[in-house]
């Protein structure tokens, strides 16, 4: 076996792990930090697929932000763990089933038949100075430019749909404005005055 | 020097980057240790104090030079006190996974011409990767504590971490419309010229350097934007429970964050490695050509200003750091990403011809 081959094996085993614990342990906190600990195997994998951009760029949108403010969230819940669990018996057949489909189906796609090696054969090593970021770049903003700038506008509005759902004006509330109060000057604040001495000196 | 280079070619590769990693850690550490006795003496001459001025060694004071041994050795021999109620694993890693990515984050960082670790093309990307890293272990120290306080410099820092790492972002998305490159050896590479330091990027890029190190500040929890910490409010923040060896940890990380972002600076935008005198005075000398020693000046210039603005500002209030990040940081860096795609496309002398 191959050093990249146990590599690979090391960082699916550790990812099937860390995505079980994600959807077994009790508290969610644990639960947070094993996807985090998923993401950072699932980018050991892309970077063994000589995807170093994907690798890192997952580490970094979902490592090191997305996943922080799910923290963030979850660390405030205050999340009743017993009523999450009461129906977990009756639900479960129809999990099961649905999981098993899901099964079925990824097998039926990703099976041998239609992506083993006779079919796809693997790709040639491209030489260590090649730069995958580089050929990411120039695919994205020059063949398919049109389809990253119209995510991108989803995106916005995604953005200000979620701004616009969860924004409430309420001219009752009295609050500050930090820039105002950034802006102040001493001469806003403070009056000097000059005066003659009073009384006898 | 013929035997010894035939003897570091036989040893084994790992054994060889073992070495390198060793050449780079030890210095570090040591950097650290005296980085926090470098500012303890220079905000003590700030506030017309002394500071420390008695550990010394075999008997001679040497102004205090022992005193980070000192503290290390005391800091090891201290019990390290788990809270009841605490998460007693994530308690213990959390330390780890704070200063794991400080130093993991120094495998791309060139020294001088091909001096490097991992010499990887990503290597910007990497850098950012692992410095966004870092807030895991304030997070998860917060949280594993079982402590009100923990949990509320926890909440703080995360915001702002989050918060201040897209400006930041940003002003690295600058750098690298600037240099064209990723690389971070071909970021200095990109910043050589005739004229020497009109040539760096911090005058083309000038918004983007300013934004770049104050949010690095703000990225390390130092002084203005200490409210992780703030001990007048949450007494010491997400380490508030920590002792001994574990809060050492923590310290070894915030220090080691400051040193990586001073060099940084110096290497995006400052240069890095190259000379800032004009090509023909320096060439023929050893110490006014490029060379690392300019590069450590460098960084120890933007490692004073960090100390510097400690002892000089007061406290930001957290609604102002986060109107800083959003409203004012990003803007800046966003229109400035903008004048340096076009000055580029222009072939602008004399930095982008």
Not at chain 1, 158 to 175: C, H
Not at chain 2, 135 to 149: E, L, M, P, R, T
Not at chain 2, 311 to 335: E, H, S
Request: hydrophobic share 60%; aromatic share 14%.
């Amino acid at each position: 076996m191959s050093f990249e081959k146990f590599l690979f094996y090391v960082f699916a085993a550790f990812l099937v792990f860390a995505a079980t614990m994600v959807i077994t342990r009790r508290n969610p906190v644990h639960s947070v930090l094993f996807l985090v600990l998923a993401f950072f195997n699932s980018a050991g994998l892309w970077m063994l697929a000589e995807a170093e951009f994907l690798a890192i760029a997952l580490v970094l949108v979902y490592v090191g932000a997305v996943m922080v403010l799910f923290l963030f969230v979850v660390m405030m819940l205050d999340i009743n763990i017993a009523e999450l669990r009461a129906g977990f018996v009756r639900n479960a057949p129809v999990a099961f089933i649905v999981a098993l489909l899901m099964g079925i189906e990824l097998v039926m796609v990703v099976g041998s038949g239609r992506f083993g090696l006779d079919v796809v054969a693997a790709p040639a090593s491209k030489p260590a100075d090649y730069s995958n970021t580089e050929e990411l770049g120039v695919a994205l903003f020059t063949e398919h430019l049109y389809a990253f700038e119209i995510a991108a506008v989803i995106l916005l509005v995604g953005i200000v749909a979620a701004i616009g759902l969860t924004m409430r004006r309420r001219p009752e509330t009295k609050y500050q404005d930090p820039a105002l109060q950034a802006a102040v000057k001493a001469s806003d604040r403070l009056r000097v005055v000059k005066m003659d001495v009073e009384g006898k000196a | 020097m013929g035997p010894v280079i035939e003897l570091w070619t036989a040893l084994p590769v790992v054994i060889q980057i073992v070495i390198k990693i060793l050449a780079i850690m030890l210095p570090l550490m040591i950097m650290v240790a005296y980085y926090t006795y470098a500012e303890r003496k220079v905000i003590s001459y700030m506030q017309v104090r002394v500071g420390p001025n008695r550990v010394g060694f075999f008997g001679w004071r040497l102004w205090g030079l022992g005193q980070p041994i000192a503290d290390a050795v005391k800091l090891m021999f201290k019990e390290i006190i788990i809270p009841t109620g605490a998460n007693k694993l994530l308690f213990l890693i959390a330390p780890t996974l704070a200063i794991g990515p400080a130093l993991a984050a120094w495998a791309v960082f060139p020294f001088d011409a091909g001096l490097v670790l991992a010499d990887i093309n990503a290597g910007l990307l990497y850098i950012l990767a692992m410095t966004s890293l870092g807030v895991y272990g304030v997070i998860i120290a917060g949280w594993a504590s079982n402590s009100k306080y923990a949990l509320l410099g926890a909440i703080r820092s995360a915001a702002q971490i989050v918060s201040y790492e897209i400006a930041m972002g940003f002003a690295l998305v600058g750098v690298l419309v600037a240099a064209g490159s990723l690389n971070l050896g071909d970021i200095v590479e990109a910043q050589q010229g005739g004229l020497g330091l009109l040539h760096w990027f911090w005058l083309p890029l000038l918004p983007l350097f300013l934004v770049y190190f104050i949010s690095g500040v703000a990225e390390t929890n130092r002084a203005p934007f200490d409210v992780a910490e703030g001990e007048s409010e949450i007494v010491a923040g997400f380490h508030v429970e920590y002792s001994g060896m574990a809060f050492a940890v923590f310290f070894l990380a915030e220090y080691a964050n400051m040193i990586l972002i001073a060099a940084l600076s110096a290497l995006m935008f400052l240069g890095g490695w190259l000379s800032p005198l004009p090509e023909s005075w320096s060439e023929d000398s050893v110490l006014l050509g490029d060379g690392f020693h300019w590069l450590l000046l460098k960084t120890f210039g933007f490692m004073f200003l960090f100390l510097w603005f400690r002892a000089t500002f007061p406290r930001y209030r957290y609604d102002q750091i986060m109107r800083l990040g959003w409203k004012v940081f990003i803007p800046i860096t966003i229109v400035w990403i903008v004048v340096v795609a076009v000055m580029r496309m222009a072939q602008m002398p004399w930095w982008f011809n």
